[in-house]
């Protein structure tokens, strides 16, 4: 099978991907690949497609929600139900360099391709997987959902203010979270097989990768027994820090160290309140911290949210509005880093999505393809695969196709 | 200069990493790195080291906050500052594979390692950066955190309550989002330099990295211009879906489509409010939320957390406890996971950090080398690098290392 129509300039140029997934895991991942260059074949269910396609705001008959997670793929549809559907499927690995799943943890096996089988049958191939909870352990077979593996994390536990409940992030974070982390272990696979000729096995699940993310907070937790509490806007070790209050609105400053608390005073013009001894160091601040808190809003209530960022900013202190999404987008650092985009998507129209956070000198990421319509490249991709007309029109009459 | 002592078996095996991140963004990213298998040297400043060695609990000697983000590393000292020690860096990346680093735009150019030096002298060089806003556009120069990523990704403006104010997540989720952008970004990197011989520079930014992270909510806001508003633990778009009272505490449950609600009700044997209209579907379930929520409470109420775990799981229902830190180190399947690992650190004791989120069936990530003293591997890398004695006594003599 040829490579994709066209080459890209990616620095996945070459490397094919056969994309089972649906939701958001897996098809966040594959998008990252399909951004960077590689060839991603997203195999869909015949006539209803990735359930995405008809979730959130449909815009001139596309979802948007869907166009933000399935940009540079090609849509083949395939019944794997189906016995024909199976057989295409393993033609296709054939070809290709990786595999992607988010099926629950068996599913896959019961379709023919067992962990044996994929090793034995591709042993170039790169199989990635995200899961729930991971393919081994007690809740292997429980059905899994991002809002879940937020509580069971822990992330929930150390999200939220003191006095209110522990509380779920909005964006679907360990959908994210995993889906970036199995991009990179798929990538780290790639380099080993060019070492050694072989691919492997990567997976990851929604409730490890938040548990990685969190960090210093297990840190604390191992070293003292004691469980972090939920602090809101507030830093559990450091002070000054967080949201304070200029004339008309908010502003998040964040110094990170003693010189830059110094620095931040000294813009306030409130040097002398490092004498006091209440505020001399930082363990002291921590235990003051709402008498500081308040001399500090006394101060920063006087002039506006715009006059503080360009001055603290001049100071060298860490500090920015808190932004909306519409601020966000609208922001001229945010556009100027090209993290609003828009895809022509033809009759659909101009769609915007957000744009590449990893930025490459010499093959940067790209929109190399819209985002396919349900089984767009069917006949394109099982041409290439050497699939003649009749057998087309036989796997359409049999609704594999 | 040869590779680490032994062999890893890990997929980066033979990839050698120059580490002069400090703090949390680019530690976390050289760590993914160290874990699977390349042989990250830390650079560090003499005497006082990554400032993180001095923060957080210091348990025996060693902040575990350190231990947290820089297992498997070796760690060089090397004043930069000096012309001895820029040369050693030189001599360093000469036989290295990748640099990282997580200064201020500008700072690597101003030690005489600007872009088109490295392109020129170290043609196979993978450059990872990460830095707060991009090294390009108006703020390139402000000071960044990850509180103020928070805030001006948008991010802060979607998590908490529809009552309370923008919050942070407490976990830096921005400096841990760029660092598995850039791990993935260096890898992709590698791929195509066994294909192109060349390097290339792979950036990252606090802020891009956590609007990378909007998902659905920027999708929902191209689509509507609306802004999303902070829901804290109800979803915006589905219900039933949030935390749930049992007799002793919280449940988490999310069904995700309207196959598994019917699941649901019918475990709740409360298969009959999908015949009141206001239950009838999802929209008019958004409508008549409280409502719903009060009849679901009400049966929930009447058992413990642990029966409905075990009895919704069972149903195929999405569905856990909300666990504190505690609760999900002692978790089984956490621990069946691997999630908590223990490293031996000699006279430090046995100190417990997260385990790895990526696991590879073949060359799986392992802890290939304790939490390095600062400076531990100085002459080790210094020999290896040619260095003789006379030399090194030279360097330590004038502070360079």
Redesign the interface.
């Known amino acids: 099978m040829p490579s994709l129509s066209f080459p890209t300039a990616g ?5 094919r991907v056969i994309d089972l997934t649906r ?2 895991s897996g098809p ?1 991942c594959t998008q ?1 690949l399909g951004d ?1 260059g590689a060839d991603v074949i997203k195999v869909e269910p015949p006539r209803r497609g990735d ?1 995405v396609r008809a ?3 449909i ?1 001139e008959g596309l979802s ?2 869907f ?3 399935n940009r540079n793929k090609r849509s083949l549809t395939l019944d794997l139900r189906s016995e024909s559907g199976k057989a295409l499927l393993w033609r296709l690995l054939e070809e290709a360099d990786v595999l992607v799943e988010n099926f629950r943890p068996g599913v896959l096996a019961r379709m023919g391709l067992d ?1 044996t089988t994929l ?1 034995e049958r591709f042993p170039r191939l790169v199989v990635g997987r995200i899961n ?3 393919s ?4 292997r077979d ?7 593996a ?12 003191s006095d ?10 360990s959908d ?3 889906s ?6 798929l ?6 097989r ?2 050694t000729g ?1 691919g ?6 929604l ?3 938040l ?15 004691q ?2 509490a ?4 507030d ?3 450091v002070y000054p ?3 304070f209050q200029a004339s008309d609105g ?1 502003v ?1 400053i ?1 110094p ?2 003693d010189a ?1 608390v110094a620095r931040l005073l000294g813009a306030l013009d409130q040097l002398e309140l490092l004498e006091d001894e209440r505020f001399a160091d930082n363990r002291r601040r921590m235990i003051h911290r709402e008498a500081l808190r308040d001399r500090l809003n006394a101060v920063i209530g006087t002039r506006s949210v715009a006059e503080w960022i360009a001055h603290l ?1 001049e100071a ?14 609208a ?4 556009q ?2 090209q ?1 609003r985009l828009e895809l022509d998507q033809g009759k659909h129209g101009r ?13 940067p990421a790209a929109v190399y393809r819209h985002v396919p319509a349900l089984g767009e490249h069917t006949r394109e991709i099982l041409t290439q695969l050497g699939i003649d007309e009749t057998e087309l029109q036989r796997l359409q009459d049999e609704g594999v196709v």
């Open positions: 620095s996945l140029d070459g490397i939701v958001i966040f990252m960077h359930v979730q959130g705001n815009v948007w929600y166009a933000q997670f962990d090793r729930g909870f991971g081994e352990g007690p809740y429980r059905p899994a959902y991002d809002f879940i937020q509580a069971m994390s822990g992330f929930m536990s150390v999200n939220g203010t209110g409940e522990p509380m779920r992030a909005a964006p679907p974070l994210m979270v995993a970036q982390n199995l991009a990179f272990g990538c780290a696979a790639l380099v080993r060019e070492r072989r492997e096995i990567v997976e990851t699940a409730t490890n990768g548990i990685g993310m969190m960090g210093y907070l297990a840190a604390e937790y191992f070293a003292t027994d469980v972090p939920r602090t809101g806007n830093h559990p070790m820090y967080g949201l908010d998040a964040a990170s160290n830059m900013n060298g202190v860490p500090c920015g509005r808190v932004h909306s999404l519409r601020d966000t987008f922001d001229p650092q945010v100027a880093q993290m769609v915007p999505t957000t744009g590449f956070p990893v930025k490459m000198s010499e093959a």
